[in-house]
């Protein structure tokens, strides 16, 4: 197990900001890639972005690409989402996923993630 512990969600309302956090416990995150899934109501669970494990790489959902930014520090064993200009329809679970496997396109996939966290809600309001 490597638990996987989000935080820094809540409410704002549309044009704000929020920067959540995925602190591992137990092991190194530096040996995971990392990713960032958000489910809405009622709607799948969707990819938003993906972290290489010396955070060289990065890449971003079409939805959310220029206001969403991945960042690790593997130091604090942490990643970070950084959310700017948000949108209500970026209200969702936010969770926040490891994986052990390399860093691919497959990264999209929630399969290719073998831990994850328990979420941590982002509401936008209007």
């Known amino acids: 197990q490597v638990p996987l512990v989000e935080s820094g969600g809540g409410s704002v309302q549309a044009g704000g900001s929020l920067r959540l956090s995925c602190v591992g416990s137990g092991r190194t995150l530096s040996s995971y890639l990392m990713g960032w899934f958000r489910q809405a109501p009622g709607k799948e669970r969707e990819f938003v972005t993906a972290?290489?494990?010396?955070?060289?790489?990065?890449t971003y959902a079409d939805s959310v690409k220029g206001r969403f930014t991945i960042s690790r520090d593997n130091a604090k064993n942490t990643v970070f989402l950084q959310m700017n200009s948000l949108r209500p329809e970026d209200t969702a679970v936010y969770s926040c996923?490891?994986?052990?496997?390399?860093?691919?396109?497959?990264?999209?996939?929630?399969?290719?993630?073998?831990?994850w966290g328990q979420g941590t809600q982002v509401t936008v309001t209007s």
């Open positions: 996923a490891a994986s052990t496997l390399p860093y691919s396109t497959a990264y999209v996939r929630p399969n290719y993630y073998t831990y």
């Open positions: 972290i290489s494990r010396t955070g060289g790489l990065t």
